[in-house]
């Protein structure tokens, strides 16, 4: 008598190992890399026209970007307390974590303010155009990392992050680190360029 084939299914659960959540997340991954990669490379071939004027970027630039890096620190640390076991410390990392991105969004509107009172507006200056831009779609994906950190602290609360299940909380780091090195990338891509 031979034993039936056992039958291979996806999970859906965001903690397992394996099925759709870490193809989604290189999906994601990927695009978000190539989207920026496509803008640096814009910005490589327009520099060189006539009508490029480095703008002087404001100095709060310098403290938000020490702002992200934090918070991919404090998300290291969620990560400990959950491999730990320590539900109420990965609670507390996590919204650390989420608390300085979203004071990170708030340096960078501090950062347009000061631009603006500066008069370097969107229209004449194509680097200030590019500085608008960069930031407002990077803006957009910290937004997206805010929404993982958020679903992510959720779940953390709930308890659903154990010493050996929380693949979930790993993913949502993975994406929040990338936010942040797409961050220094943008940045050293401003003032280089």
Request: charged fraction near 10%; glycine fraction near 12%; charge should be positive.
């Given at each position: 008598m031979?034993?039936?084939?056992?039958?291979i299914?996806?999970?859906?659960?965001?903690?397992?190992?394996?099925?759709?959540y870490?193809?989604?997340?290189?999906?994601l991954?990927?695009?978000?890399?190539?989207?920026?990669?496509?803008?640096?490379?814009?910005?490589?071939v327009?520099?060189?026209?006539?009508?490029?004027?480095?703008?002087?970027?404001?100095?709060v630039?310098?403290?938000?970007?020490?702002?992200?890096?934090?918070?991919?620190?404090?998300?290291?640390?969620?990560?400990?307390?959950?491999?730990?076991?320590?539900?109420?410390?990965?609670?507390?990392?996590l919204a650390?974590?989420?608390?300085?991105?979203?004071l990170?969004?708030?340096?960078q509107?501090?950062?347009?303010?000061?631009?603006?009172?500066?008069?370097?507006?969107?229209?004449?200056?194509?680097h200030?155009?590019?500085?608008y831009?960069?930031s407002a779609?990077?803006?957009?994906?910290?937004?997206?990392?805010?929404?993982a950190?958020?679903?992510?602290?959720?779940?953390?609360?709930?308890?659903?992050?154990q010493a050996?299940?929380y693949?979930?909380?790993?993913?949502?780091?993975?994406?929040?680190?990338?936010?942040?090195?797409v961050?220094?990338?943008?940045l050293?891509?401003l003032?280089?360029?």
């Open positions: 031979t034993a039936a084939p056992a039958v299914r996806a999970s859906r659960d965001p903690n397992a190992p394996h099925g759709p870490p193809v989604g997340l290189a999906g991954v990927v695009t978000v890399a190539m989207l920026f990669a496509a803008f640096t490379a814009a910005v490589v327009r520099r060189t026209g006539a009508d490029w004027v480095p703008v002087p970027l404001p100095p630039l310098w403290l938000n970007t020490g702002v992200i890096l934090l918070s991919s620190i404090a998300v290291e640390r969620a990560r400990a307390a959950a491999r730990s076991a320590d539900v109420r410390r990965t609670g507390d990392w650390a974590a989420a608390l300085l991105g979203v990170f969004l708030g340096g509107f501090v950062a347009w303010s000061a631009l603006v009172s500066q008069g370097v507006l969107l229209g004449p200056n194509p200030a155009a590019f500085f831009m960069l779609v990077h803006g957009a994906h910290v937004l997206g990392g805010l929404g950190l958020g679903w992510t602290l959720r779940r953390a609360r709930a308890g659903a992050y050996d299940r693949t979930g909380l790993t993913h949502a780091a993975i994406y929040w680190h990338l936010v942040g090195g961050w220094l990338w943008l050293a891509t003032l280089l360029l």
